[in-house]
């Protein structure tokens, strides 16, 4: 065993004992305890870990890891009506082949020494997403929607010199968690109430708590619910009559026929770009985005790397790098408005090759889609009776919240069964939102076919109302 463990690991670099040697050697070191002898022992883990024996042949390893794969199952494998925060879209094949291209998907930064065409493609993606905002500034993706949302309501706070933020009870519960916490060190996050009916926001109970503390109103739509908000004018005039900003959360996805929050008084916006042609690779291609008006107060604001266009010295030539990089974190590290490390820019490429695959066009035929087919499956469900599609009384986009209340089943027991048929069902809204009681929320996109939705409903149908399986 002592001889195996002096062994060079083909997996681990410069573990060969004699390159050890020489390069504590080098250092000065006597042995690898020096490096570590400023933690306490009290930390320190002088055991031996039960890891399993080391897989040192490559075949061996690979055998290893297929045999962990092929315990998934994928979306493929099963009918999906699960949103919540990450979608099943289709993903174009060319936004693949643009992603995978080595000067893109090897690039860490994007810096001068690396780029080869990075700025631009980032730059152009910004650009793209601002024409779809009807916004002027875009950032470089953070790592996803809850990060984005924080930082705006940061933002915010940094702008008006204030020190409380109003939340939507409707906006995702786990992204308001994430909220809270990252806001916890500079700001008082505050929710504020919807209506139980449309899930909405709830005008007064928003009035009454604005006050002259107030940074910003938050709110998502669609929201969290998959309502869509009808008075976003009357909470813009609201929170602007403060003097608070008006931060709103959206799906880009939407946009190809929804006005943009720019449109109804929004001042800072964000949301995620999955849904522009990200695969959802078990939850984590996820990219947050800023955008605001181009005015010094707000980009001067901005934590994250913005990109720019210029001329060069060369007549007729453009350039492409960052805007203001010194009020990054990456620029003056102890003097950065809030630390920015990697970030989700592969993503952002991405998105930019599926808004300029799809255009205005392509945007709206896919929007309308989605609409129709919500539509469709919330009829069908509704009438197997019992069933309330949707359980609230507003305006859908692709998500709708459905009660199953009167049928004295769980959505626990429900979606059990439906997975013994291979068809994923809701997201158990009891937890969050118990004043739905027994409700799911139900999500379809342009990859859910009509037959599918036909098949979950012949399977609730036997489920609920028969009681066959």
């Known amino acids: 065993m002592k001889d195996k463990v002096k062994r060079a690991h083909p997996y681990i670099p410069n573990s060969e004992p004699l390159v050890k040697q020489r390069m504590l050697e080098a250092i000065g070191a006597k042995d690898i305890e020096e490096l570590y002898g400023d933690i306490p022992?009290?930390?320190?883990?002088?055991?031996?870990?039960?890891?399993?024996?080391?897989?040192?042949?490559?075949?061996?390893l690979r055998r290893h890891v297929e045999g962990l794969l092929a315990r998934n199952r994928s979306c493929e494998d099963m009918v999906g009506f699960l949103g919540a925060g990450c979608y099943n879209h289709y993903v174009p094949a060319i936004c693949d082949e643009i992603a995978r291209r080595s000067e893109f998907l090897t690039a860490y930064a994007g810096e001068p020494y690396e780029d080869h065409g990075r700025f631009q493609a980032l730059f152009e993606y910004e650009s793209l997403m601002a024409e779809l905002l009807d916004m002027d500034v875009?950032?470089?993706?953070?790592?996803?929607?809850?990060?984005?949302?924080?930082?705006?309501?940061?933002?915010?706070?940094?702008?008006?010199?204030?020190?409380?933020?109003?939340?939507?009870?409707?906006?995702?519960?786990?992204?308001l968690m994430s909220v809270r916490n990252y806001c916890r060190p500079v700001l008082e996050v505050e929710t504020v109430a919807i209506e139980l009916d449309t899930g909405q926001l709830d005008l007064r109970d928003l009035e009454s708590k604005l006050g002259n503390d107030t940074a910003a109103v938050y709110f998502e739509n669609p929201g969290f619910l998959g309502v869509l908000e009808t008075r976003g004018r009357d909470i813009a005039d609201l929170t602007h009559k403060k003097g608070a900003l008006?931060?709103?959360?959206?799906?880009?996805?939407?946009?190809?026929?929804?006005?943009?929050?720019?449109?109804?008084?929004?001042?800072?916006?964000?949301?995620?770009?999955?849904?522009?042609?990200?695969?959802?690779?078990?939850?984590?291609?996820?990219?947050?985005?800023?955008?605001?008006?181009?005015?010094?107060?707000?980009?001067?604001?901005?934590?994250?790397?913005?990109?720019?266009?210029?001329?060069?010295?060369?007549?007729?030539?453009?350039?492409?790098?960052?805007?203001?990089?010194d009020r990054t974190s990456f620029g003056v590290r102890e003097k950065g408005k809030e630390f920015v490390g990697t970030a989700a820019a592969l993503h952002g490429i991405t998105a930019g090759v599926y808004l300029a695959l799809l255009g205005p066009v392509g945007m709206k035929e896919l929007g309308q889609h989605l609409l129709q087919k919500s539509q469709y499956a919330m009829k069908r469900l509704s009438a197997l009776g019992r069933v309330r599609a949707p359980r609230l009384a507003a305006p859908h986009f692709k998500e709708f919240a459905v009660d199953f209340n009167a049928t004295g089943r769980t959505v626990a027991d429900i979606n059990g069964h439906l997975l013994t048929h291979d068809i994923q069902g809701g997201w158990d809204l009891s937890g969050y939102f118990p004043q739905y009681g027994q409700s799911a929320l139900y999500c379809v996109t342009e990859l859910t076919r009509r037959e599918d939705i036909d098949r979950l409903c012949r399977v609730l149908d036997a489920y609920l109302n028969t009681g066959r399986t």
């Not at 320190?44 to 080391?54: H, I, V, W, Y």
């Not at 929607?145 to 010199?161: D, E, N």
């Not at 409380?164 to 009870?169: C, G, R």
């Not at 939850?283 to 001329?311: C, H, K, N, Q, W």
Request: proline letters at 6%; aromatic letters at 10%.
């Open 246 to 325: 008006l931060v709103v959360g959206v799906d880009p996805i939407s946009l190809g026929i929804l006005a943009p929050p720019a449109h109804y008084g929004a001042d800072i916006v964000c949301g995620d770009i999955q849904t522009l042609g990200n695969h959802m690779n078990f939850g984590g291609g996820m990219g947050g985005f800023i955008s605001t008006r181009d005015e010094e107060r707000f980009v001067m604001e901005y934590p994250s790397r913005l990109f720019g266009i210029a001329r060069t010295s060369v007549e007729g030539e453009y350039g492409f790098g960052d805007v203001a990089y």
């Open 41 to 60: 022992d009290r930390l320190r883990f002088r055991g031996r870990m039960n890891l399993p024996e080391p897989l040192e042949a490559e075949a061996d």
């Open 138 to 175: 875009v950032n470089v993706p953070t790592y996803d929607w809850f990060q984005a949302a924080g930082t705006s309501l940061r933002m915010a706070g940094r702008i008006t010199g204030r020190t409380k933020v109003l939340v939507s009870a409707g906006s995702s519960p786990e992204r």
